[in-house]
């Protein structure tokens, strides 16, 4: 049974309003929440990772110290209204790019017994790719939801989407994410 798990959909990345926002990423909007509307229908475990920064941006990146996004109990923080998390979902905070970066992320994972992940979200050469490379080293089977998937440019995009495939990162189109079931493998072709 997968898991679905997506990154930093927050009104500072996806709005046009957001402090850092990401051009491509509103348009995924849909897809991931059609991927969330599948998977809470098929019981599967969701797993959103949300950025969360104090005002000083004392716990953020050295580049943005001056400029914190994702500010804790701001407009720039929240969930997108359509993907927010549902009870009983899992939150994962993070201050760095990767979702496993001083977070709780092997924990939640291990209770869950560390499950295939379809991973979606913002942005692909940050976030994603971060993530990515560290449940990579964890030897975690891996989709990465193509329209669910966003950068500045389409030509980044694709240029990640192509890197992450060279190392074992499945791509998957929505369409065949929303056919697979409670017991079907990302794996599987």
């Given at each position: 049974m997968p898991a679905l798990m997506i990154i930093d959909m927050q009104q500072d990345f996806?709005?046009?309003?957001?402090?850092?926002?990401?051009?491509?990423?509103?348009?995924?909007?849909?897809a991931i929440a059609a991927a969330l509307a599948h998977a809470r229908a098929q019981g599967w475990p969701v797993i959103?990772?949300?950025?969360?920064?104090d005002p000083e941006g004392r716990n953020t990146e050295p580049f943005r110290k001056n400029r914190p996004v994702c500010?804790?109990?701001?407009?720039?923080?929240?969930?997108?209204?359509?993907?927010?998390?549902?009870?009983?979902?899992l939150i994962v905070s993070k201050t760095r790019f990767s979702?496993?970066?001083?977070?709780?992320?092997?924990?939640?994972?291990?209770s869950?017994?560390?499950?295939?992940?379809?991973?979606?979200?913002?942005?692909?050469?940050?976030?994603?790719?971060?993530?990515?490379h560290d449940a990579v080293n964890r030897d975690l089977s891996l989709a990465l939801l193509v329209e669910g998937?966003?950068?500045?440019?389409?030509?980044?995009?694709?240029?990640?989407f192509e890197?992450?495939?060279?190392?074992?990162?499945?791509?998957?189109?929505?369409?065949?994410c929303l056919t697979m079931t409670h017991s079907d493998s990302i794996?599987?072709?």
């Open positions: 996806v709005s046009p309003d957001g402090a850092a926002c990401v051009a491509q990423a509103l348009p995924t909007v849909p959103h990772v949300l950025r969360e920064h500010v804790s109990g701001s407009w720039g923080a929240e969930v997108v209204p359509e993907l927010t998390p549902a009870e009983g979902e979702a496993f970066y001083q977070t709780a992320m092997d924990e939640v994972l291990n869950l017994n560390w499950p295939e992940l379809i991973i979606c979200g913002t942005q692909l050469p940050n976030c994603l790719r971060g993530t990515i998937c966003s950068a500045q440019t389409e030509a980044v995009a694709d240029a990640n890197d992450m495939a060279n190392f074992g990162v499945r791509l998957l189109p929505l369409a065949e794996t599987r072709t």
